[in-house]
């Protein structure tokens, strides 16, 4: 699910795209209006990039990345040119037809060999952009490339450690491949929610997922707790395609807590954005207490009282507990989604 781009991000990559058929006709065909050179533009990459972002064509793009290297290359280069090939010409015929453009129907319609690696380079380096993004999450990235951790910052965030139950289990009866293949499904599976609640995933270890919200956006309509349990609430939902592919049903431990720690830009040859400080780690020893607790989702007193929970989200105050590391006892609320009331009960007992 984490595979769409966000509605800005289409906007901001069309714009892009068509800036970049502007400034080719710039350079090659300076006398023809501007607008020409954006619809070719936009006709012959934004296919490409929807295809690559498997929007069109789905089952063709996993086919492909299936392939060894070599066939994969030879069929990517073949449908790149397919696609930019039948956007070229929708464009020429559209633009014929309308009148926009002179010339016979094969100068307008047939795709130029310059036109087309001028358009696999610019659909490369919008898809090279999204891949980095991808790898570092959208704040990483943004932060490492304005410089912002660049020296240590003081500062306030909330942290979601969420946990695969029973991974080890599964390893035991189904290997490592069909583990890792189930992890991340499961991963891919949280990711959405996270991206809707304006989360970013910091970091997987093992079979746990570790997100973080600026403090204030964490809170906000209470953004972290509604990203729990939507991810909760998907899973359920998809329970039958879990049962079907993997033989059981995700269940997941999650953990939240929120504080002051110290962010900095750390590493040499790879770079990372780090958080300092005793809220992650009281986060980690957070999760651990679900299964002493034996309850699914926490969160602690200090954060829980910083923001509002949201309907149908009900607390159960566990009381203070002694956290490894931490010098103080740390407040604990479990937190459990309202039972709908029984059929009976809404009738009167009718």
Known sequence: ???????????LTALFVAGSGVAYGRLFFPEAPMYIGAVFALFTGMPLLAFERRMILPRL????????????????????????ATGFAIAGSLMKSL?????????????????????????????????????LGRDVFLSLLTGRYRNPVQEERVFLFIDLVGSTAFAEEHGDLKTQQFLGAVFGAIAEPIRRHKGAIDDYIGDAAIVTWPLDRGAKNANCVRCVFD?????????????????????????????????????????????FGDTVNTTARL????????????????????????????????????????????????????????????????
Not at 6 to 11: A, D, F, K, L
Not at 63 to 76: K, V
Not at 108 to 134: G, H, K, M, N, S
């Open 1 to 11: 699910m984490g595979m769409f781009p966000t509605t800005r991000n289409w906007i």
């Open 99 to 135: 009148g926009v453009i002179t010339g016979s129907w094969a100068d307008v319609t047939l795709l130029q060999l310059d036109v087309y690696l001028y358009a696999v380079a610019v659909t490369a380096v919008v898809i090279f952009v999204a891949r980095v993004r991808e790898l």
């Open 287 to 350: 999760e651990a207490l679900c299964k002493t607790l034996d309850r699914q989702v926490l969160i602690s007193t200090d954060l829980a009282r910083r923001l509002q929970l949201p309907d149908g989200i009900v607390p159960e105050d566990l009381g203070d507990h002694a956290v490894r590391g931490r010098d103080h006892t740390l407040g604990v609320i479990a937190l459990h989604k309202q039972k709908k009331p029984a059929l009976k009960a809404m009738t009167g007992g009718l």
């Open 231 to 275: 991810i909760l609430a998907d899973i359920e939902a998809n329970a039958e395609r879990w049962l079907k592919s993997y033989g059981r049903v995700p269940r997941l431990r999650a953990a939240l807590h929120g504080g002051g720690i110290v962010t900095a830009e750390i590493g040499v040859d790879r770079h990372k954005i780090a958080y």
């Open 61 to 84: 793009n996993q086919w492909m990345h299936r392939l060894p290297t070599p066939a994969f290359i030879a069929s990517a280069l073949i449908v790149d040119f397919a696609l930019i």
